[in-house]
Each structure stands twice: as structure tokens, then as C-alpha cells.
């Protein structure tokens, strides 16, 4: 295991980020959306599978809880964290169906919907989109190089160019990180 070796790719991941000439105005058109969202008193719903699902619930947190200092919470949450709701609804209808029976529960026009996924083709990630995009709500995907089926599903869909999971996941992150502190720093600037 050349462990320099990773710590470069992960590097040259991110360095190809930087110099994208799509990505950067893709986070912060994201933004400007989720803080209008949030000035209305709107929400911003997550979804992901597995380290996905992870990232959905870890800047969910940074925005309901606080991200780099105290100011008042936004309603942001990840739609896996109800283990009740999630096991009876892929018992009873199927796992393709978790996120979008929530969404359609829970989000309303102008919401905001991020669905996390490497490949973009999780199913149930694809079927929220779609039904957050019936219902009004702005969508976006975080996904790796190809984009999969949430690329054409989504609103904007940030495709960091990557093949290798680990490296995307590692920038979904990054990303996450980056929009919860324009969206904090903007709604609640400091004195």
C-alpha cells in the first residue's frame, strides 16, 4: 500500500476541481439557490447509500447544527436517519421507492433535494429527484465523472472527475464543506 501514492490522487482530484471551468460556478449557483431557499423558510433534503448516506447526514448536520460557529439552525436533513420509516417502506413498497415516498412527504416547491450518488445511478436516489422535481423543489447531484442517470435527472449535477470512489466521496465532501460555509457566512454573517 503506497499511502503517498493516495494522498496524491486525492490531490490531483481536488486540483482538478479547482482548474474546472464548470464546477466552481456550479457550487456557487448551488448556493446562491440554497440561501434563497433558506431566507423563505424552506428546507434542504439529502439523500445517499452507504458512505453516501454519510455525507448526506454529515452536512446536514453542519447546517442544522452549526458549521464553524454558533448562529441559528436550518432545517437540513438526511432522509435515512428514521431507521423505522426506512426499513417499512423498503419492506412494503421496495428500497428504490425510500427516498422518493419521504420527498414527497416532506418537500414542497423551492425546497431544496442534493442526492449523492458516485456512480449517479442509485435507483432511489434517481426516483427522489425525479419526484422532487414534480413537485417544484431545485435538485442537484453530486456524483463522479460520468454523472450516471442523475446527471440528466437533476438541475445541476456536479460530476467531479473522478472514477474512483474514494476520491469522489472524498469531494463530495469537500463540496458539502464548501457550500455550508457560503450558505452560513452569507445567512449569518459575523460581526
Avoid: W
Wanted: charged letters at 20%; hydrophobic letters at 40%.
Amino acid at each position: 500500500m503506497n499511502i503517498e501514492k493516495i494522498i496524491q490522487s486525492s490531490i490531483e482530484t481536488k486540483e482538478k476541481i479547482l482548474k474546472d471551468a464548470v464546477i466552481p460556478g456550479q457550487i456557487r449557483e448551488i448556493a446562491e439557490i440554497c440561501i434563497n431557499t433558506f431566507r423563505k423558510q424552506g428546507k434542504m433534503l439529502l439523500c445517499g447509500n452507504g458512505g453516501s448516506a454519510a455525507d448526506a447526514q454529515h452536512i446536514a448536520a453542519e447546517l442544522s447544527g452549526r458549521y464553524q460557529y454558533d448562529r441559528d439552525p436550518l432545517f437540513a436533513e438526511a432522509l435515512h436517519v428514521n431507521s423505522s420509516y426506512l426499513t417499512a417502506v423498503a419492506n412494503d413498497y421496495s428500497y428504490d421507492a425510500i427516498y422518493s415516498r419521504m420527498v414527497k412527504g416532506a418537500g414542497r416547491a423551492g425546497d431544496v433535494l442534493i442526492g449523492i450518488s458516485t456512480s449517479g445511478n442509485s435507483a432511489n436516489v434517481v426516483n427522489a429527484i425525479q419526484q422532487a422535481s414534480e413537485l417544484g423543489m431545485h435538485t442537484f447531484g453530486f456524483t463522479g465523472e460520468n454523472g450516471g442517470l442523475l446527471a440528466d435527472a437533476c438541475d445541476i449535477c456536479i460530476k467531479v472527475p473522478s472514477f474512483n470512489t474514494g476520491r469522489i466521496q472524498e469531494s463530495h465532501i469537500l463540496i458539502g464543506h464548501i457550500l455550508c460555509e457560503i450558505i452560513e457566512t452569507t445567512l449569518f454573517p459575523q460581526k
